[in-house]
Nanobody, 127 residues
C-alpha cells in the first residue's frame, strides 16, 4: 500500500515561511503524481500544488502562485512544499496525497483529489 507521511507544520507569523515534507513509501515514486491539499474550518478542500516527480512539472492554485514552491528529492522519495510570505488565510491542515494517474492531465488531480492520502499537518499563520 502507498503510504504518505507529512510533517513540518507549525505556528508562524504573517509573512513568515515554513517548509512541509512528505515522505512517500510503498510505491514507485516516479510513477505517481503528488499533491498538497489543505482544509480550513468552514472551507472546501483546496489543492494548492501538484507535481510529477519524474519530470519535475508543477501546478499551483492561483491563491498560492508566486508564494509556494513544490519540489521533490527523488532519491529520498520526498516531496516538499516551501511556503513563503504566509498569510492568515493560509491557516489550514495540510495534506499530501498521491495518485498513479500521472499523465499529461495530472494537474486536474489538484482539483478533484487523489487516491492516497496521508495524515495532515497543521499550519497556523498569526496576524
Amino acid at each position: 500500500d502507498v503510504q504518505l507521511q507529512a510533517s513540518g507544520g507549525g505556528l508562524v507569523q504573517t509573512e513568515g515561511s515554513l517548509r512541509l515534507s512528505c515522505v512517500v513509501s510503498g510505491a514507485s515514486f516516479d510513477d505517481y503524481a503528488i499533491g498538497w491539499f489543505r482544509e480550513a474550518p468552514g472551507k472546501e478542500r483546496e489543492g494548492v500544488a501538484c507535481m510529477r516527480p519524474f519530470d519535475g512539472s508543477t501546478y499551483y492554485a492561483n491563491s498560492v502562485k508566486g508564494r509556494f514552491t513544490v519540489s521533490s528529492d527523488n532519491a529520498k522519495n520526498t516531496v516538499y512544499l516551501q511556503m513563503n510570505n504566509l498569510k492568515p488565510e493560509d491557516t489550514a491542515v495540510y495534506y499530501c496525497a498521491a495518485d498513479p494517474n500521472a499523465g499529461s492531465y495530472y494537474y486536474q488531480l489538484c482539483n478533484y483529489g487523489m487516491d492516497y492520502w496521508g495524515k495532515g499537518t497543521q499550519v497556523t499563520v498569526s496576524s
